[in-house]
């Protein structure tokens, strides 16, 4: 499998995490099927440049929330479910930050504007 994923060390965010935020975006954006096999602790460590334990961090974390499903022996796979369940969140955050846009007054011209340019200022 290709590999997707790539670190922003200067972003402040620890690289478990961006690793976590990476493969739940993906989930949730399609671009990784339920049960993609993802890519062995060695070889994305090495592929990022990290220690094994960073990688180890955050595909536990991922299990641990139901994202991906650890098979001894087998690696590492997109959970069945995990897509959907990533969208549905997203879009309830979604709903809630326009929603308190237009508790404030905001037109939907202006919040249109205001997410662009977040996506625009987004690494």
Do not use: C, W
């Amino acid at each position: 499998m290709a590999l997707p994923f790539q670190l922003s060390p200067g972003s402040g965010v620890p690289a478990y995490r961006q690793i976590v935020d990476q493969v739940r975006f993906l989930a949730a954006a399609g671009a990784l099927p339920p049960g993609t096999h993802l890519p062995s602790i060695r070889e994305l460590a090495r592929h990022l440049g990290v220690n094994t334990g960073t990688v180890i961090r955050a595909y536990d974390e991922l299990a641990a929330n139901g994202t991906v499903e650890q098979r001894h022996g087998a690696g590492v796979f997109l959970s069945g479910d995990a897509a959907a369940g990533i969208g549905q969140g997203m879009r309830a955050s979604a709903r809630r930050l326009v929603d308190a846009a237009r508790k404030a007054g905001l037109n939907d011209d202006l919040i249109r504007t205001l997410i662009e340019e977040a996506l625009r200022a987004s690494p």
